[in-house]
């Protein structure tokens, strides 16, 4: 079993920054890739970011992309999500997500999921 616990969730106005963090604990040697998903009130949960556990596959929704980036460090068992610029549409809870198996996009291929952490961005 591998648990993910999310921080740095917060308020922030647009154009500002924020950077999650989320931390992995349990099995971590079986990781393969981790995510970044959100999901909106009456919206569905989509993909943000996701990144290889090994090597430097990276991936990026189109709306996120040039503003976000994922990162990870292996030490810590820790992805990042640094936002940058950010908008009022990013206003979501942001959840962390980890698989067994190489990257992926889709929310229904990952197996392991963090509790969220809220992302407020005032216009």
């Known amino acids: 079993q591998v648990h993910l616990a999310e921080s740095g969730g917060g308020l922030v106005q647009a154009g500002g920054s924020l950077r999650l963090s989320c931390a992995a604990s349990?099995?971590?040697?079986?990781?393969?890739?981790m995510g970044w998903f959100r999901q909106a009130p009456g919206e569905e949960r989509e993909m943000v970011a996701a990144?290889?556990?090994?090597?430097?596959?990276?991936h990026y929704a189109d709306s996120v992309k040039g503003r976000f980036t994922i990162s990870r460090d292996n030490a810590k068992n820790t992805v990042y999500l640094q936002m940058n610029d950010l908008k009022p549409q990013d206003m979501a809870v942001y959840y962390c997500?980890?698989?067994?198996?190489?990257?992926?996009?889709?929310?229904?291929?990952?197996?392991?999921w963090g509790q969220g952490t809220q992302v407020t961005v005032s216009s």
């Open positions: 990144i290889s556990w090994r090597g430097s596959s990276t």
């Open positions: 349990g099995l971590t040697f079986t990781i393969r890739a």
């Open positions: 997500a980890a698989r067994n198996y190489i990257v992926a996009m889709d929310r229904d291929d990952y197996n392991y």
